[in-house]
């Protein structure tokens, strides 16, 4: 599995979700963690598949890719700790242990996969 395929959809959560606990709460550290990390996930994603096209990999966006997910896991990760509610620090921190996970695990075999282009 590429990581682009679950970077953009898990920056589109986190943005819908800064931009939800603004819209229900007024929560401003919401909308900027949620909508930061958000938009800097899809950049992420967006530059890896743009790499992809190009048969090559993009380790500056798993870097960044590994990096805002392992902050999310400590920050939301403690949050849950303190507060004890499961939403939303509690679903983001696991989600985001999972993610960054998977992109140590990217990054120890290699990036992504590319397939030999067809003669």
Known sequence: MHDFCFTIPYG???LCGGVIGYAKKGSTASLGGGAGAGFLLIFAGYLSLQAFHKHKNSYFALILETVIAAALSFI???????????????IVAGISIVMAAFYLF???????HIPPKAE
């Open 12 to 14: 589109l959560l986190l």
């Open 76 to 90: 939301m990760g403690q949050r849950y700790m303190q507060t004890g509610k499961i939403m939303p620090a509690g």
């Open 106 to 112: 990217k990054i120890a075999t290699g990036g992504n």
